[in-house]
C-alpha cells in the first residue's frame, strides 16, 4: 500500500466528499462555507449545473482532442468567445494547463518577441511553482529555498505594499517607481529588459491591491523603454475583484500580454496567455505547449463557466458582496487591535494581523484560520509570514452567504484573541 508523501502540505485536516456552490461536505457530512473557492477557481461555485452539463457532454463526446495533433470545436468556439470578454486589440490566445506553464509562456513570448534577455518582477509576487515561475516568485522563502540556482535573467523590484513600509499610498507608488527607474538604469539595463510581470491584486504575497497609478507608471515605462507589460492575472481575472481583469482598476492601462488560468474553467485544468495578435507573432511558432493543452472538456466548461458569468452577473455580484464582505471584515478589526489592516477588491479581502510593535503575526493568523474552520468556514492564509487571511468566496456568493461567513469569522476571531 503506498501513502501519500509529506511534500503535500493541507491547509485543514479536511476531507471533502462533495461541492454545491459555495458549501463543501465532507466525509461525515459536516457541511462548510468555502470561502476559498480552490484557491479562486471555482467563480461559478462547485459543481455549477450548467458547468456540469457542459463537461459531461464533452466527456461523452472527446476527452482529449490533442491539440498539435488535431483540433477540436471546444478550444475553437472558447477562442471566439473569448474575444467578447478580452480588451479591445488583445485578440491571440494560447492554451496550456495552469497557471505557472502560462505564466512561463508569457515570458517566452517576451523573450522571443522582443530579443531581450530579462524580465523585471516584483517583491512578493507569486507567479508559480514550476522552474521558471518559481524564479520569479517572491511571495514567501518555500517557493525558492534549496532550489537555487533558479532559472537566471529575473531582476526585482519593490511592490508598494503601502501598510508594511508605514507610507501612504501615494508614498510607496512614488518609491516603487524610483527605484525600478533606478533599477532600469543599473542591475537590469532598460534595453535588455523584455518584460515587467505584476499581479492586479499581489495575491499569495499578502491581498494587497496594486494601486492603480502604479500600473500607469509601469504602462509609462514600458512604452517609453519598449518592454512589455505582463498582467498575471491568474488570481484576478474572470470578474474576481469587481471588474472582469483586475488591470481594468488603472483606467487606460492595457498590458501587452495577459495570462489566465484558475477562473476560467471552473475547476477544470487550464489556462491561456493573450495578446494582440502581431506581437503573438513573434512568438516562435512550435516552442510552447503540451500535450494537455487546451483539453477539450476544459474548454466546454471555460465555455459554459462564461455564460454563467454573464448570465447570472457574477462580475457585478463579485463587486457588490466583496464591499459588503470588506466593510463587514473593517468593522470586525475595529474590535480587535492585533489586525492591523483590512483590504480587499471584489471578492479578494485579506486581514493582517500583527504584534502590538506592528510585527507582520503569522501565529495569530494560523489560530485564526484554524478556529474559523472549526467553526465551518474556510479560509487561506498568504503572506510572506502567513500573517494575512484571506477569503476569497465563490462569485455566486449571496448577501446572507457573506453575512453567515462574517459571523463565523467573528467567532473564530474571538477564540483566536482570547
Ligand atoms: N500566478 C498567480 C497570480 C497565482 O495566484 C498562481 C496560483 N496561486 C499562479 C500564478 C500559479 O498557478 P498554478 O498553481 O495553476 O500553477
Not at 357 to 377: E, I, S, V, Y
Amino acid at each position: 500500500m503506498a501513502s501519500l508523501s509529506p511534500l503535500l502540505v493541507q491547509a485543514t485536516p479536511v476531507q471533502v466528499a462533495r461541492g454545491e456552490g459555495v458549501h463543501l461536505y465532507d466525509t461525515d457530512g459536516n457541511r462548510y462555507l468555502d470561502f476559498t473557492a480552490g484557491i479562486g477557481v471555482t467563480s461559478t461555485g462547485h459543481c455549477h449545473p450548467r458547468v456540469v452539463a457542459a463537461a459531461q457532454e464533452q466527456v461523452a463526446t472527446l476527452i482529449h482532442g490533442q491539440y498539435t495533433t488535431v483540433m477540436h470545436q471546444p478550444l475553437l468556439r472558447l477562442t471566439e468567445r473569448l474575444g467578447d470578454v478580452l480588451p479591445a486589440g488583445i485578440d491571440s490566445v494560447f492554451y496550456v494547463n495552469s497557471g505557472s506553464e502560462a505564466v512561463e509562456a508569457s515570458v517566452r513570448l517576451a523573450r522571443h518577441a522582443t530579443g531581450r534577455p530579462l524580465v523585471v518582477a516584483f517583491d512578493g509576487g507569486f507567479h508559480g511553482r514550476t522552474m521558471g515561475a518559481a524564479a520569479l516568485t517572491t511571495s514567501g522563502a518555500k517557493i525558492r529555498s534549496g532550489n537555487t540556482p533558479m532559472m537566471g535573467g529575473v531582476a526585482f523590484a519593490p511592490f508598494p505594499y503601502a501598510y508594511r513600509y508605514g507610507w501612504s499610498e501615494d508614498e510607496a507608488v512614488a518609491f516603487a517607481l524610483r527605484e525600478l527607474d533606478r533599477l532600469l538604469l543599473t542591475a537590469a539595463p532598460a534595453a535588455d529588459v523584455a518584460a515587467f510581470i505584476v499581479e492586479p491584486v499581489l495575491g499569495e504575497g499578502g491581498y494587497v491591491p496594486t494601486p492603480a497609478s502604479f500600473l500607469v507608471g509601469l504602462r509609462e515605462r514600458a512604452d517609453r523603454h519598449g518592454i512589455l507589460l505582463i498582467a498575471d492575472e491568474v488570481q484576478t481575472g474572470f470578474g474576481r475583484t469587481g471588474l472582469f481583469w483586475g488591470h481594468q482598476h488603472a483606467p487606460g492601462v492595457t498590458p501587452d500580454v495577459i495570462v489566465t488560468a484558475k477562473g476560467l474553467a471552473s475547476g477544470f485544468p487550464l489556462s491561456a496567455i493573450a495578446a494582440p495578435a502581431a506581437l503573438m507573432a513573434k512568438g516562435r511558432p512550435g516552442s510552447q505547449g503540451g500535450t494537455y493543452g487546451g483539453n477539450a472538456v476544459a474548454c466546454a466548461a471555460a465555455l459554459a463557466t462564461l455564460d454563467v458569468i454573464e448570465d447570472e452577473g457574477l462580475v457585478a455580484n463579485a463587486a457588490k458582496q466583496g464591499l459588503r464582505l470588506l466593510d463587514a471584515a473593517r468593522d470586525l478589526a475595529a474590535d480587535h487591535p492585533g489586525i492591523g489592516d483590512v483590504r480587499g477588491r471584489g471578492l479578494m479581502v485579506g486581514t493582517e494581523f500583527v504584534t502590538p510593535d506592528g510585527r507582520p503575526d503569522g501565529a495569530t493568523a494560523a489560530r485564526a484560520h484554524a478556529a474559523a474552520a472549526a467553526h465551518g468556514l474556510l479560509l487561506l492564509t498568504c503572506g510572506a509570514e502567513g500573517h494575512v487571511v484571506r477569503m476569497i468566496p465563490p462569485l455566486v456568493v449571496t448577501a446572507d452567504q457573506v453575512d453567515e461567513g462574517i459571523a463565523l469569522w467573528s467567532k473564530a476571531l474571538t477564540d483566536a484573541t482570547t
